[in-house]
C-alpha cells in the first residue's frame, strides 16, 4: 500500500479538495491558511493533509466571527510578511 493512500485513510485526515468542501471553497481555505486559522498536518511536494477536526474549528470560527474577521486577519498577515 502506498504512503499517501495510508494517510488518507488514516481517521481525521482530510485532503486538500476535502478541507475545501469543508470550509466552502478554494478562497476560503486560502485565507485561512493566510490568516493562520488553519495549517496542514502534512505537507510535501504531492501530498497536503489537513486535520478534519481543525477544519470543522476554522469554519466555526467564521460562523462566529465572520468572513471580514477572517479577511482583515488574512490581509494583516500579507501585508506583514510583505513589509518586515
Given at each position: ?20 468542501r469543508?470550509?466552502?471553497g ?13 495549517e ?45
Amino acid at each position: 500500500m502506498r504512503y499517501s493512500v495510508m494517510l488518507q485513510e488514516r481517521r481525521g485526515a482530510a485532503t486538500i479538495e476535502d478541507a475545501e468542501r469543508i470550509v466552502g471553497g478554494e478562497a476560503m481555505l486560502k485565507m485561512m491558511r493566510s490568516a493562520g486559522w488553519l495549517e496542514p498536518v502534512v505537507c510535501g511536494n504531492r501530498l497536503t493533509l489537513f486535520d478534519y477536526d481543525a477544519c470543522l474549528s476554522a469554519w466555526k470560527r467564521v460562523c462566529e466571527e465572520g468572513v471580514s474577521a477572517l479577511r482583515s486577519a488574512s490581509g494583516q498577515k500579507l501585508a506583514q510578511s510583505r513589509n518586515p
